[in-house]
């Protein structure tokens, strides 16, 4: 583990300004990963991904597991080499892509049994399994397997933090290669009592890393913040804590000031794929004809390559035109805009000012007007 | 027309290399153009495309200007600003889309009356309008308006020849910019008795450059390379010829030899985005079960960016999952094969060599094997 490490530089408040070392690189925290879910960040290369700022990204895998095959990433040299990215990897357990497919799916007491989505074929997921794909895939940071319960249903979320325990043991146990840090995952619903359990329980496995799961599952802003004031109680503070599946610049902020250092999301390239490009606030629908001649970058003072080199006017006509470009420049732009975003977080942390920037992520975010706002 | 120039450099045979000055930097010739149809390469940045070694590019007049439109081109600061592009550009007449959709044209002697592929309008296409678009579209080369009639129907060729001339003479007399050359085209089948008279009258208007169409429609290499035979007869050895829509490696080659000096084709593009790889000679289809667990990249000799960075098997998982990083790196690529293919013609014109490297592109194209082929 002399690889790993986590150097708290600065607090302010709860946030906190740290560098997470890894085998292929230092990354500086609060951190905002981008989701490569097949060993690509769709419509992205690497070296873009660089550009953008990227130090760590996220694969699924659920996704590599099923294709190309874990197996097949390990002969080519693991997820670094075959999808040449040089910086720091996280691959989640594959849990969350089989709970989600509620219909084909069955989980028991030891691990879960399900479907691929692809054709049909039945696989099974223990603890074990999913830290041995895991470490073929090879990646720095990965998963313990867990259960994520519906937010709002007691029983099924105390039974599913049960079962995420045990499988965390399980996986701490399973675990053997010292070049990659195992995390836990805390669970338990939007339930304080649940919650604080499931939080003394991951710690105490004394992981190098704990993460929050079971939020931004469709429970309502205040909840998610009440569990992330439990957690930031909870969980030992001279590790990092990653609150997985989050999300936008305001969702960021919140749980920064609530003491969390690691993110991913998949909506930058999604809302890419979708005609929309993301600003520090708020967003714009490129196919909205009011772009049509609009000379304007998306954002004037966002260093990204598209801002830089393309009008919003160019950018809808690859919208309209539905060209593979246009997702590409704003895949980059709004991975930029959070990698930029947190950028800024780290330095109001470290000069004493994140209180000011949480204020105006506070405020309520504008509505954007197409054919005025400058972003 | 100062900006413009043609010095040819060296000759072997009849083949040239030669250095064509434009407003937007100089182009070597042989050079290949790749096709950015709706102001964008396919799947591609103008940075890779740069780095790629693209120096010339071709637009469609006939998609610019139905979609996003010639005025608003020019309202964004003609193609060049429009879509980030610094280096040169040659636009079509819009004539070859509008001739290939002959259930929705109609021809005349004055110009050609046809409806939108998008929402069935119609509208008027005529040599002074063409012209007068590709003004506001601001191309450092434009085409004039010609017909493009089917290659062994001799009655029409001629028809569609003398239409040709006819729409070539009021093109150069419509032209107005004078940081714009005005190339003209021209016809005749596969008839030697038409194209020794369409390239003489062609010539004779003196336009700064000249251009062969009509080719690569479906006649026969033979045939295409006795036209190539008169042509390199009939049209002036001071100024540039374009062979206009070819193509593969072996058709440049043979075009070279016989006095051609610029190409444009979809090839490289669109192979990338159905799974396959151009090699120096020959074809990989990635999709083949053999690449699967392959860790060459497509060409160890090839200096692009897909080839310096990822392997057969992680290209092959990209297509297999259909995401959009694979036709990138493939369209990176296949744009790399045939550039770097025009740097290899002018050092061999310019050291002599051209008849071996000839000599090698005329043996037989192999059928690569997925599982030996190393390009």
Tied chains: 1, 2.
């Excluded at 997470?20 to 290369?45: I, S």
């Excluded at 074990?128 to 867990?146: C, P, T």
């Excluded at 979320?157 to 995390?183: K, N, P």
């Excluded at 004394?206 to 205040?222: D, M, R, W």
Aim: glycine share 8%.
């Amino acid at each position: 583990m002399d690889s790993f490490g986590f150097r708290i530089l600065a607090r302010d408040g709860r946030a906190r300004s740290a560098i997470l070392q890894t085998p292929h690189g230092e990354v500086a925290t609060p951190v905002f990963m981008p989701v490569g879910t097949q060993a690509t960040v769709k419509a992205t290369t690497p070296e873009q991904l660089r550009e953008a700022g990227v130090s760590l990204l996220l694969a699924n895998t659920y996704h590599l597991y099923l294709r190309p095959g874990d197996e097949i990433v390990a002969e080519l040299g693991g997820l670094h080499s075959f999808m040449g990215w040089d910086r720091a990897i996280l691959t989640d357990s594959g849990g969350y892509q089989v709970f989600s497919m509620r219909s084909i799916r069955e989980v028991d007491g030891d691990g879960v049994t399900f479907k691929s989505h692809l054709d049909g074929s039945t696989h099974r997921l223990t603890p074990e399994k999913a830290v041995a794909i895991q470490e073929r895939l090879g990646a720095d940071i990965i998963m313990a397997l867990d259960e994520c319960a519906a937010p709002n249903d007691r029983a099924y979320s105390r039974l599913a933090m049960e079962r995420t325990h045990a499988w965390a043991t399980r996986s701490a146990r399973a675990h053997r290669r010292t070049d990659q840090a195992l995390f836990g995952i805390v669970q338990g619903g939007i339930f304080q009592d649940l919650r604080e359990e499931s939080a003394q329980y991951i710690s105490g496995l004394g992981l190098p890393g704990n993460a929050v799961g079971g939020l931004s599952v469709g429970e309502s802003k205040p909840e998610m913040h009440a569990v992330l004031d439990w957690m930031d109680q909870g969980l030992p503070v001279d590790r990092p804590r990653y609150l997985m599946g989050v999300g936008t610049p305001a969702d960021i902020i919140e749980a920064v000031a609530r003491g969390m250092d690691m993110f991913d999301c998949v909506l930058p390239t999604r809302l890419a794929r979708h005609h929309a490009a993301m600003l520090r606030r708020g967003r714009l629908n490129l196919l909205g004809a009011g772009f049509a001649r609009d000379p304007r970058p998306l954002d004037p003072s966002c260093p990204c390559y598209a801002c830089r080199h393309f009008s919003r006017a160019y950018l809808r006509h690859l919208m309209q035109t539905k060209e593979i470009l246009g997702a590409t420049l704003l895949s980059i732009h709004n991975i930029t805009v959070l990698e930029t975003l947190t950028v800024e977080i780290r330095e109001a942390i470290q000069t004493e000012r994140f209180s000011e920037l949480r204020e105006e992520f506070r405020k309520e975010t504008p509505v954007p007007d197409p054919s005025s706002c400058t972003g």
